[in-house]
């Protein structure tokens, strides 16, 4: 067995694994790249290897960076069979439907060739079967499970055995316990190991604080009478951010201020959590039991149609605009920011991860002033973030994850990190959990080595 790093090595974004044996090629996510222009481009470069040679893909969960070149994949030729979770598939299908129609518009820009289309979108879903949790799958000389990330609804790290080695790949592992999903399962046996490092150099804030943070920055905001501007992905975040926004107006005295969940997509995605209600954890499913909407609540409206959207402009502060893009890397929330980042009785609150070169991360970071739509807008809103919101487990966690296995683990391969949270993390495994780790490099090829702790044991 060996495996090849195709995407996510040494970046955290674009994840892309290939492992083969006895001539079967089964592929692990297939990502868009992401982060900056740059970056952007490299996705309309062609793959490193012959799509139509990969017999089978699975899929660890949603997000972009782990399914945007899907389309592609297919339209170059892939034939196999693609398996995910069932919430995963639904998830995935709005978000790739949303960025072929974002991708359409760059190439307009770039006087391009698109990415990919809509056919090849539908072409990809066709090809889509839904795999449970713990129900195991025999591709070729591999046997596969998937087993709960706690990252995003339906998110999933995978085991995939032959009968001399067994690899287990993380996806993006949960930063739990998180509000609505339930908690990152343990380990499972394995000889080897790759594991994300997006937080491998960081501690997240105590989860508890995710709530109070949360209602301090509302209730700061509304004591300026300003604007609240909430840049969020439109899958996880989101209806985060809208669970614990209805239990502060419903159960926590803060003051009812409008809410606006700009973002079309995001409404859409809130809909399939609400289809896959089975999948929450045990409270947020108590909660639905007792009849609580958790994703609902007075004064919170939707805007789906642009007009709607300008229409925000119409209603007086204070109030509260929930929109995408996260990084603030296009979408909606770039006409908001043109309009109250410059006003210092708003603020901007950032509850996700900003990649190196975004929008977002030069906010973040203290620019005086960026650039948006081609005009210079000064920064004179207050910036705040929250850690604990993130969907990424941090460098504890992924520590942890790993300990009760790490004295069979053969190696451990850090992926899905900047330079620095990825070495930081593989000197941490090294060290804490003496266990051999190495950050790999881009289109590297290792072979694994066939000594198995676990067998083959096929259900």
Request: glycine fraction near 8%; include cysteine; proline fraction near 7%.
């Amino acid at each position: 067995m060996c495996i090849t790093f195709y995407g996510g090595a040494g970046s955290v974004t674009g994840a892309n694994y290939l492992l083969e044996s006895g001539g079967f090629r089964l592929m692990v996510d297939c990502g868009l790249i992401q982060g900056g222009h740059f970056a952007e481009r490299e996705n309309f470069q062609p793959f490193a290897f012959q799509p139509r040679d990969i017999n089978a893909l699975l899929v660890t969960h949603a997000h972009l960076d782990h399914v945007g070149r899907l389309p592609k994949l297919v339209g170059e030729g892939f034939r196999g069979s693609i398996y995910s979770t069932p919430p995963t598939r639904d998830l995935a299908e709005l978000i790739l439907i949303d960025s072929e129609h974002v991708l359409c518009k760059e190439a307009e820009r770039e006087a391009s060739s698109p990415l990919c289309s809509i056919d090849s979108v539908d072409r990809t879903m066709q090809r889509w079967l839904p795999l449970p949790y713990h129900q195991s799958l025999t591709l070729g000389p591999f046997n596969v499970e998937f087993f709960d990330a706690g990252h995003i609804l339906g998110s999933a790290f995978i085991q995939i055995r032959s009968r001399e080695r067994t690899i287990v790949f993380s996806g993006d592992l949960g930063n739990s316990p998180a509000p609505i999903v339930r908690s990152t399962e343990p380990m499972p046996e394995a000889d080897h190991c790759v594991v994300e490092s997006a937080y491998g150099d960081r501690v997240h804030e105590r989860e508890a604080n995710r709530q109070e943070d949360l209602e301090q920055a509302v209730r700061d905001t509304i004591a300026r009478r300003g604007t609240l501007l909430i840049p969020t992905f439109a899958l996880e975040r989101t209806q985060e951010i809208l669970y614990h926004l209805n239990e502060a107006f419903e159960h926590r005295g803060v003051p009812r201020v409008p809410v606006f969940l700009d973002s079309p997509l995001a409404i859409k995605m809130t809909a399939v959590y609400k289809k896959y209600e089975n999948y929450f954890n045990r409270e947020a499913s108590s909660l639905v039991r007792s009849g609580d909407d958790i994703l609902n609540f007075p004064g919170l409206r939707l805007t789906l149609t642009t007009e709607q959207s300008k229409d925000i402009n119409n209603v007086p502060p204070p109030k509260i605009i929930i929109a995408g893009s996260g990084m603030s890397q296009g979408g909606r929330i770039l006409h908001h920011e043109l309009r109250y980042l410059p006003d210092p009785q708003s603020m901007i609150l950032f509850v996700g991860y900003q990649s190196v070169s975004s929008l977002g991360r030069q906010i973040m970071e203290g620019a005086p002033e960026v650039h948006i739509f081609g005009e210079r807008v000064p920064i004179r809103c207050e910036r705040r973030s929250i850690t604990a919101y993130s969907a990424h487990a941090d460098q504890p966690r992924l520590l942890s994850w790993l300990r009760p296995r790490a004295a069979a683990l053969q190696s451990v391969f850090v992926v899905q990190g900047e330079a620095g949270a990825s070495e930081t993390l593989a000197g941490k495994i090294h060290h804490d959990l003496g266990a051999t780790s190495r950050v790999p490099r881009e289109n590297e090829t290792i072979e694994l080595e066939p000594i198995s702790k676990v067998g083959f044991r096929p259900k």
